[in-house]
């Protein structure tokens, strides 16, 4: 249990609403209100979820709109890496060759199956079709989805699992609690993609929660979201046409 007095523990429970408040936890507020409007609206099986869409008709201002999207999503990195300055959560490049087989690893562990579990949903109707690229393509195009695919996993595995951990360990939470709150918030923010996409994302959160727990260390997830992502929003953008997908 936690030794720290009252008067802290209120502090870091406060420090933690808001940073959620800011980031991850607002998205699963909208989340929910999207799934709500979807099941409402014809239900999942006729619904779509569209990322990294275009956000104006101009190429020039839809550039800089994406670019100030991905921006500001990543203030909230920064204000929880500012938070636990001193603290350790394995974001660094003590061991980058180590990390980067290990993220790569898995991306793979958690791909594979969670394709699978992508198709299985839509044909049961519990998962809305995904959309992962702009119908308008430019230049920029798969320059910008590699880069939204790296916000995705800074943002992700940086305040849901290295700056969560942290704190909740501060409160006196244990081991399994913290990655069980971690793993459930994780499939929170993904209810708007349909109730498969959420458990999927809550047996991701899982998995990378007991890796932190087990080794301390975030950039290796940062690394196997981004490929994970990197591969869906690419290949969509590359294959889509090609298999019938847009």
Known sequence: MSTAPPQDRRRVTAEIWI????????????????????LTNGGLRESTASLNASRADQQ??????????????LVPVALAL??????????DRRSPGRDTAVGALLALVIGVPGLG??????ALGVTAEIVVAPDTVYWWTAVILVVAALQNGLLEEVVVVGYLFTRLRDLGWGPWPIIVTSALLRGSYHLYQGFGQALGNVVMGLVFG????????????????????VVAFVGYLTLGEALGLR
């Open 19 to 38: 940073v959620l408040g800011l980031s991850l936890g607002q998205s699963a507020v909208y989340a929910v209100l999207s799934l709500v409007v979807k």
């Open 60 to 73: 020039w201002l839809d550039l800089t709109l994406q670019v100030l999207s991905i921006v500001f999503a």
């Open 82 to 91: 500012y938070l636990l300055a001193g603290r350790s959560i394995g974001f």
């Open 117 to 122: 579990l992508y198709f299985a949903g839509r």
């Open 210 to 229: 007991w890796w932190f727990q087990r080794t301390g260390r975030v950039l290796p997830l940062v690394i196997a979201h981004t490929l994970l992502d």
